[in-house]
């Protein structure tokens, strides 16, 4: 039996990761869809209005047609600049969160493939910020971080199944300073 080559032709073209697709919302700023191999993005990106000076010591996440980028200290082209999502290919939600001038803001969550929630995390103005908490994929939490300016600080929790503390360490300054695993939740 012959398959004509037309149908050959979109069963290929099919298979091929498509091209983002921009849509004006207003003064430079572009809602963007964006399709790759396992997953989708749906996020905003602009030309700053004006110029700013990227700070060397944080990460900016900048777009270029078709592909996201980051930088640390810099950035070329347009900013992501509002809320940003991404999706496993059965379209759940895989991660969501928020940039400000290219930096993450604000809250962020992931998720596992089974759509358990995975981790929450706290950003601002482009640092981790606040706390930080794991999930398994069931859905039970597995550690509880703290961070201050990107650097983990004071106590970060590790749970077990029973959902008890099994492991505590201390951070200063991102750095360990102090390990207990004595320490039982009651």
């Known amino acids: 039996m012959k398959i004509p080559i037309f149908?050959?032709?979109i069963?290929?073209?099919s298979f091929q990761q498509s091209p983002a697709q921009q849509i004006p919302i207003s003064n430079g700023l572009h809602r963007v869809f964006l399709t790759r191999a396992d997953t989708s993005y749906e996020?905003?990106?602009s030309i700053p209005e004006k110029k700013f000076s990227a700070q060397p010591a944080k990460i900016y996440f900048w777009y270029r047609p078709d592909t996201i980028l980051m930088t640390k200290g810099g950035y070329s082209g347009r900013i992501l600049d509002g809320s940003y999502k991404e999706y496993f290919p059965d379209k759940n939600l895989k991660v969501k969160g928020q940039f400000a001038k290219g930096l993450k803001e604000?809250?962020?969550t992931f998720w596992h493939p089974n759509g358990q929630m995975?981790?929450?995390e706290h950003w601002k103005a482009g640092f981790k910020q606040g706390l930080v908490i794991k999930y398994n994929n069931q859905g039970a939490k597995i550690a509880q971080e703290f961070y201050k300016n990107d650097l983990r600080k004071g106590m970060q929790l590790q749970f077990n199944a029973a959902?008890?503390?099994f492991d505590t360490a201390f951070f200063k300054n991102g750095i360990r300073?102090?390990?207990d695993s004595t320490i039982k939740k009651k």
Do not use: N
Request: hydrophobic share 55%; aromatic share 20%.
């Open 7 to 9: 149908i050959l032709i």
């Open 11 to 13: 069963v290929f073209l």
């Open 43 to 45: 996020f905003y990106a």
């Open 106 to 108: 604000g809250e962020w």
């Open 118 to 120: 995975r981790e929450v």
């Open 163 to 165: 959902k008890q503390t």
């Open 177 to 179: 300073v102090i390990k």
